[in-house]
């Protein structure tokens, strides 16, 4: 049986109006502040936006992108509005991303690696269970510094390859090399 306040379209089910209050208040913070500091307000977001029965999957790619317009869909048709979907982008029209950039993005990557594998090794205390083999840290979650976009340039020149779940890696022949 279904709920009564949901429907089959791209609707939500109504939320309580202190629930609409904070969902509001939590937006104009995201949208006031620049996205250096906006993080504890998106996972806040997150929160209420869970809170109010928001779809996860959609809520996920909305958070994680940390989309300011699809956050900005998802709040009108908790309000009750009617919103137009997202336009579709056409992936042939590859994005121009300054190379000074994608270089500098590169070379964070691989430093957080090269840093988490020294953090890894230097650990005094292993499992006597493991083997004593050590483990290798061989993918990441990109640092969240850089827009998506520039991983997915990266990706494409072949830089770096993705290990899915948000996880890239250098490519084999790129691990040592420099830009």
Request: charged share 25%; glycine share 6%; hydrophobic share 40%.
């Amino acid at each position: 049986m279904r709920c009564a306040s949901t429907t089959r379209n791209n609707t939500v089910p109504q939320p309580s109006p202190q629930l609409l209050t904070e969902i509001d208040a939590k937006f104009a913070a995201i949208g006031a502040c620049d996205a250096a500091t906006a993080g504890p307000h998106w996972g806040a977001m997150h929160k209420l936006l869970l809170k109010a029965k928001v779809d996860s999957t959609s809520l996920l790619r909305v958070i994680g992108a940390r989309d300011i317009d699809a956050l900005t869909r998802v709040v009108a048709r908790l309000h009750g509005e009617k919103v137009e979907p997202a336009p579709i982008e056409s992936a042939a029209a590859p994005v121009a991303i300054d190379p000074v950039l994608l270089q500098t993005a590169l070379k964070t990557f691989r430093r957080r690696i090269k840093f988490s594998q020294l953090d890894a090794e230097s650990k005094l205390a292993r499992s006597p269970l493991s083997g004593g083999s050590s483990r290798t840290i061989n993918s990441m979650v990109p640092p969240r510094e850089y827009p998506l976009e520039v991983w997915d340039a990266l990706v494409q020149l072949g830089k770096l390859r993705r290990e899915g779940q948000g996880f890239y890696a250098l490519t084999d022949d790129n691990s040592q090399a420099h830009w």
